[in-house]
């Protein structure tokens, strides 16, 4: 499927022909895309709404996929009951479904982007991508907010594993298969795409979340811009723009950005959403950020709880002549037309599409490809010895906080906004304790805290599973300790005025103290360790690995942490490559400068069984 899509003649002639039945509040109404706390079956249709969304944190009933289906089908039906005062459009549903279905219980949960940056293929990505639109399928849902394209140039900024790469041509080679895995021929096996953050959230100052991305623009065009014409060529119906600033200037009111580059220049035809209530910090009054948005080329506005101020807000400003009919129907008709060119009209109601009731949710099939996606995004650092690959039967010590706790292991936008920790909350999956204790049984789990159980007349090697717990957004930044947190450009949504950083330090031993000390207590008595880190971006670790025989970096792999063991023990060699380069030491500097500083790992760095690294590798590792 290319682009064409969208400018087929018998789709355009539909939506004009639709548009020109409408009046002004059906218009309005079509532009708004509400929070699904916020808004009633009854309020789609009194108020024409064209979209609902589910934030990370909504769900309906007990969260399983008949739930959504129930849910979506209440809002499909108001929608489509035509009267004398509503025509019959369908509204679309939309869900952050950033790693697989990741907020339906019994979902396949896929390693993050980060990871899937580092397993070098673009034909596993597209296969991922139609994995997760037939889960998202089977809760009735038609639109994935996803992918992100971002290109993260900070590793302190929160959302790095949401990123494929710092590598713009490495994004680039995954946005068209993303799409075309959601979208494949926009038939019943698919969903809509939409590639975020139009355009720049990868290159703020510091790594701030929403901050200040400075460049010109050909810097802005080699890095931020290059994937989204990858997408657009793919046929991405949706694009959602960034809450950053380019030179001064949010995104959000950018009418150079989004009506005169992707708009005109780029030829994208789909439209463009915004990022969720990512107009109300464009101006202290609200009237005024609404026409600003709406002028600079937004379409559809994502308004969690305030979507009757901004309807009212923009009826006003078209009777008062400072938004023009003319904007208001060119943001229709590519709203409409997304929906002819989808079949939304068409799709069969209620939803019994084939993935609503298969089997395939969450099942064998799917989660076969996420635990092949673990394995290929494994990278492995160090590997002195060798130490691996593990033999089966040796006595195997394993220890560390994210040894067994597969919350850890999906990160943020896992069920919940912000992740959870333990096991209880997912259904499905494995840990990387469960991999481990399935192929070698003369494994235990360390039933101490910090590893201080290891006995090594008990035990021939551990396996010490570190790393980060998890967090999403903003409050995952890391900043400099003396930077106070109040600008504008920092705020995210829900969460106003941060003033506690992440942390203010890339070392993980810093971070996460307990970690270094866990690998001491073995260590300390002789057991050679394995490491195998969880993490959402890459940490100086320069203690961590002079104490390590193997280092691996396992990044947020999701629910099935039994790929790691299958290539621990050999069935499989490491494949991963750096997508990221690695930080060399403590002293890095601030983060728009760490680009300057030698990396102790450079982008594309990865061992397999049969290498070893050179000698001033081996130096620069060992203690």
């Known amino acids: 499927m290319t682009k064409s899509i969208l400018q087929d003649p018998l789709i355009s002639h539909k939506a004009c022909a639709l548009l020109s039945k409408m009046n ?3 218009k309005i109404g079509q532009m708004t895309l509400c929070e699904r706390l916020s808004v009633s079956p009854e309020e789609v249709k009194k108020y024409h709404l064209g979209g609902v969304l589910s934030g990370s944190d909504s769900s309906p009933g007990a969260n399983a996929p008949a739930d959504w289906v129930s849910m979506n089908d209440a809002y499909w039906a108001a929608s489509m009951a035509e009267d004398g005062q509503h025509l019959a459009i369908p509204v679309l549903f939309g869900t952050y479904a950033v790693h697989g279905n990741n907020n339906v219980r019994g979902a396949t949960i896929f390693p993050h982007n980060i990871g899937l940056g580092a397993t070098y293929d673009p034909g596993l990505i597209k296969r991922i991508a139609a994995v997760t639109a037939r889960e998202i399928l089977a809760t009735g ?3 994935n907010f996803a992918p992100t394209l971002a290109v993260t140039q900070s590793i302190y900024w929160g959302r790095t594993f ?10 680039a080679s995954y946005a068209a298969e993303f799409v075309q895995g959601l979208q494949a021929d926009l038939g019943t096996d698919s969903v809509i795409a939409c590639a975020k953050h139009w355009v720049g959230d990868g290159g703020t100052t510091h790594g701030i979340d929403q901050g200040e991305t400075t460049l010109g623009k050909s810097e802005l065009e080699s890095i931020h811009i290059r994937p989204y014409h990858h997408a657009i060529n793919a046929g991405v119906l949706t694009i959602m723009a960034s809450s950053n600033s380019w030179n001064g200037d949010k995104c959000h009111a950018h009418k150079h950005l989004m009506t005169e580059v992707l708009k005109k220049e780029m030829q994208f035809n789909g439209f463009i959403v915004s990022d969720r209530d990512g107009i109300d910090y464009l101006s202290e009054d609200y009237h005024n950020a609404v026409a600003l948005a709406v002028n600079a080329g937004i379409d559809m506005f994502m308004v969690s709880e305030n979507w009757k101020e901004f309807t009212e807000n923009l009826q006003l400003h078209v009777r008062r002549g400072s938004v023009s009919v003319k904007r208001i129907d060119d943001a229709v008709r590519r709203i409409l037309t997304v929906k002819f060119a989808y079949g939304l009209f068409d799709k069969p109601r209620p939803a019994d599409r084939f993935w609503s009731n298969h089997d395939g949710f969450g099942g064998q099939e799917h989660r076969a490809v996420a635990r092949e996606a673990v394995r290929k995004s494994l990278v492995l650092l160090k590997n002195d010895g060798p130490v691996l690959p593990l033999q089966k039967s040796a006595r195997i010590f394993v220890a560390g906080k994210n040894a067994h706790n597969r919350g850890h292991q999906c990160g943020g936008f896992s069920l919940t906004w912000q992740g959870f920790s333990g096991n209880d909350q997912l259904e499905g999956g494995t840990s990387v304790w469960d991999g481990i204790s399935r192929v070698a049984y003369n494994s235990v789990l360390s039933t101490e805290a910090l590893g201080t159980d ?14 980060e717990r998890p967090y999403a957004e903003g409050l995952g930044d890391v900043r400099p300790s003396d930077q106070v947190i109040v600008e504008a450009g920092s705020r995210i949504k829900g969460c106003m005025n941060i003033r506690e950083p992440y942390g203010s330090t890339l070392e993980l031993a810093c971070l996460h103290p307990e970690d270094l000390q866990t690998i001491r207590n073995v260590t300390d008595k002789g057991i050679p360790a394995v490491v195998v880190m969880i993490s959402g971006r890459p940490l100086v670790v320069d203690r961590e690995l002079a104490i390590s025989s193997a280092f691996v970096v396992a990044w947020l792999p999701g629910s099935e942490g039994q790929g790691i063991a299958d290539v621990l023990f050999g069935d499989f060699d490491f494949h991963g490559k750096l997508s990221f380069s690695w930080p060399e030491n403590a002293g890095t500097p601030a983060a728009d400068s760490e680009k300057n500083c030698r990396p102790l790992f450079p982008l594309g760095y990865g061992m397999t069984y049969l290498d070893q690294p050179p000698q001033q590798q081996l130096k620069r590792l060992s203690a």
């Open 24 to 26: 002004l509040d059906q």
């Open 162 to 171: 949401e990123s494929y790469s710092e590598d713009a041509k490495t994004v």
């Open 454 to 467: 290891a006995d090594p007349a008990s035990h021939d090697v551990a396996i010490i599973v570190i790393g």
């Open 141 to 143: 849902v038609d639109w």
